[in-house]
Nanobody, 116 residues
Framework: QVQLVESGGGLVQAGGSLRLSCAASGRMFSINAWSWYRQTPGKQREWVADITSIGRTNYADSVKGRFTISRDNAKNVVYLQMDSLKPEDTAAYYC??????????WGQGTQVTVSS
């Protein structure tokens, strides 16, 4: 069983940066993609970015050019570097892992708040 623990959230001013971390533990065989999602109250969870087992990355249009997803295989950590943050980036951010086409393992989330 895989456990995911996010960290790095907090309060930042618009234009600032944060780096989120997702520490993974457990049996990680067959994990073929790692993702970040975000959610604000009353809205559906929104996909932000993902990185595949071969290192291919994909980004939502809303964060492309500002966010960078990466992975440290030796440490079993997935990062989300967030630059040029905007108030609309305020959300709870979740790390997820997929063994198939959709994520099936989720972390508990970390809150990011961007003030204007």
């Amino acid at each position: 069983q895989v456990q995911l623990v996010e960290s790095g959230g907090g309060l930042v001013q618009a234009g600032g940066s944060l780096r989120l971390s997702c520490a993974a533990s457990g049996r990680m065989f067959s994990i073929n993609a790692w993702s970040w999602y975000r959610q604000t109250p009353g809205k559906q969870r929104e996909w932000v970015a993902d990185i595949t087992s071969i290192g291919r990355t994909n980004y939502a249009d809303s964060v492309k050019g500002r966010f960078t997803i990466s992975r440290d295989n030796a440490k079993n950590v997935v990062y989300l570097q967030m630059d040029s943050l905007k108030p609309e980036d305020t959300a709870a951010y979740y790390c997820a892992a997929a063994r198939g086409t959709t994520p099936s393992i989720w972390g508990q989330g970390t809150q990011v708040t961007v003030s204007s």
